[in-house]
């Protein structure tokens, strides 16, 4: 009995599989659209006074775009350029001097951030102590005298550099020199509203005293 030809034909190929589908990217585009909507709405008149509220929507995406590749990428320098992003937008949301103080915040914190995610990064805590030392002078604004502003000034930075000394993970002995000196610096200073910046910086330099002994017996 004659049997025919074998069927010799390969099985159809299978279709590649279409890519996970990026739902972030559709989130942001979509996000970005409606902004640029509202944006072309308030130039043309038919939503006034909205500009700092679009300004502050804009800034927003740009710190969650900045977050979402920092994470993506495990890059602490994406992270940190979100938060002077996200200051932006607290400071075109929020006129006069709180908003500027809220920037100078966001941008400190951003400092703060280095040093959590790596503590090698000891040198961020002067920065960062720095801009919130200067969002609080900037947030007072007249408020304080010349000299209350000097006083808070030096204060702010003896704080900051006393963190540097014994606050982190790599304390730097160095510190101790500039914290001293912006201690008598504040003093001198505030000489003229010695009601509260002497007993002030009394506190200190007892807080000081005090977390040195404890890291005398810690190290026992």
Do not use: K
């Not at 304080?144 to 006083?151: M, V």
């Amino acid at each position: 009995m004659h049997e025919g030809p074998a069927n010799t034909s390969s099985p159809a190929p299978e279709r590649p599989s279409r890519p996970p589908r990026d739902d972030s990217r559709t989130i942001i585009a979509i996000i970005l659209i409606a902004v640029g909507v509202l944006a072309l709405l308030s130039t043309t008149g038919w939503l006034p006074q909205v500009g700092g509220l679009i300004g502050a929507a804009l800034f927003l995406v740009v710190g969650g775009a900045l977050l979402y590749l920092a994470r993506r990428h495990a890059s602490d320098w994406l992270m940190f350029a979100a938060f002077p992003a996200f200051g932006l937008a607290f400071a075109s949301a929020v006129q006069g001097t709180l908003g500027g103080a809220g920037f100078l915040a966001f941008t400190g914190a951003g400092f703060l951030a280095l040093v959590v995610a790596e503590p090698t990064r000891w040198w961020s805590v002067i920065p960062a102590g720095t801009l919130f030392t200067l969002a609080v002078i900037t947030w007072s604004g007249d408020a304080l005298s010349a000299q209350a502003t000097g006083a808070v000034l030096f204060l702010g930075l003896a704080a900051t550099f006393l963190v540097v000394w014994r606050g982190t993970a790599h304390p730097q002995a160095w510190a101790v020199i500039p914290a001293a000196g912006c201690l008598v610096m504040a003093l001198v200073v505030g000489l003229a509203l010695a009601d509260w910046v002497v007993p002030v910086v009394l506190i200190a330099i007892g807080a000081v005293l005090l977390l040195r002994g404890q890291m005398r017996q810690r190290g026992r």
